[in-house]
């Protein structure tokens, strides 16, 4: 057993599976880890129960996983329930903002490529 | 896979997203390929029609393989931006190329998630302890 930082006692490893990490609470007595799958020799996020393996993406497909969250992140924000977003209220805050930063990012990155917006329009010159 | 000899230069595989497992409708946005469109899997936001959930599906050939809720997606996001800096160092060039515009987003994501990477973990890691881009 391990304890996280927030006093809270982990599960064992599953079978087959070889810790890197503290594990990190989910919900429902669930819990992600970073971990080995001993089978494969891959380095990925597991997520598992008491002594069950629930699923196993490899690094790549957990970073991609990751990716597509943050994109999808304000329909699942919106569907969350009120109890759950007052429970989770800081882990959500962070997500949101995270969320926000990439997209305010990714807009001005688009808006350098794209160059000013007709300049002679913002000084009151005639098309 | 067998009765046509291919080419030595292959075309570009073109490949339909593959149906959704029967109990789920798929939301608005697409269904992505998770790793590359030999792996099999895909991912897409959906409504789990028994329980009335919005949230994200994985599958292969129609069959689930997770569904996580959108409350469990906000947790799995919040632990997969926290490993972002573990998990980056597995991944491969290929990867890189082919995921870049994601991949892009996800690090302002993290960066503003305020996720860093742990010394420890980075002198542990292969390569120079996690030499990433």
Redesign the interface.
Same mark, same amino acid.
């Given at each position: 057993m391990r304890t996280t930082d927030t006093g809270a006692i982990a599960p064992p490893p599953p079978y087959g599976y070889a810790f890197?990490?503290t594990p @990190?609470p989910?919900?429902e007595q #669930?819990w #992600?880890v970073?971990a080995r799958q001993d089978a494969t020799g891959?380095?990925? +996020?597991l997520?598992y129960n008491f002594r069950q393996s629930?699923?196993f993406l490899?690094?790549?497909?957990? +970073?991609?996983?990751?990716?597509?969250?943050?994109?999808? =992140?304000p329909?699942?924000?919106r569907?969350?329930?009120s109890v759950?977003a007052l429970e989770?209220g800081d882990? +959500?805050e962070?997500?949101r @903002? &995270?969320? %926000?930063?990439?997209e305010t990012? $990714?807009m001005e990155s688009l808006a350098a490529l794209l160059g000013p917006v007709k300049p002679s329009l913002q000084e009151g010159e005639a098309l | 896979m067998s009765e046509q000899q291919q080419p030595s230069v292959q075309p570009a595989i073109q490949v339909e997203p593959p149906r959704l497992p029967s109990g789920y409708i798929q =939301?608005?946005?697409e269904v992505?390929p998770?790793?590359s469109h030999d792996d099999g899997?895909w991912?897409a @936001?959906v409504l789990e029609t028994s329980s009335l $959930? $919005?949230? =994200?599906l994985?599958f292969e050939d129609q069959h689930k393989? %997770?569904f996580v809720s &959108?409350?469990?997606?906000? #947790?799995?996001?919040?632990?997969?931006?926290?490993?972002?800096w573990?998990?980056?160092?597995? !991944?491969?060039n290929e990867?890189n190329q082919t995921?870049a515009d !994601?991949?892009g @987003?996800?690090g302002?994501?993290?960066?503003?998630?305020?996720a860093a990477p742990s010394a420890l973990?980075r002198s542990t890691l292969p390569g120079e302890g996690g030499s990433e881009a």
């Open positions: 890197l990490d @990190r989910l919900i #669930t #992600t970073l891959y380095v990925g +996020i997520v629930l699923w490899d690094a790549e497909e957990g +970073i991609l996983l990751g990716a597509i969250l943050i994109e999808c =992140m329909n699942l924000l569907s969350i329930g759950f989770y882990e +959500i962070l997500l @903002r &995270a969320w %926000v930063q990439s990012e $990714q | =939301m608005a946005e992505i998770l790793l899997r991912i @936001r $959930q $919005q949230g =994200m994985i393989i %997770v &959108a409350e469990e997606s906000a #947790t799995v996001l919040d632990a997969l931006l926290a490993h972002h573990h998990l980056l160092p597995y !991944r491969s990867y995921h !994601r991949l @987003r996800l302002l994501a993290v960066h503003a998630y305020g973990w």
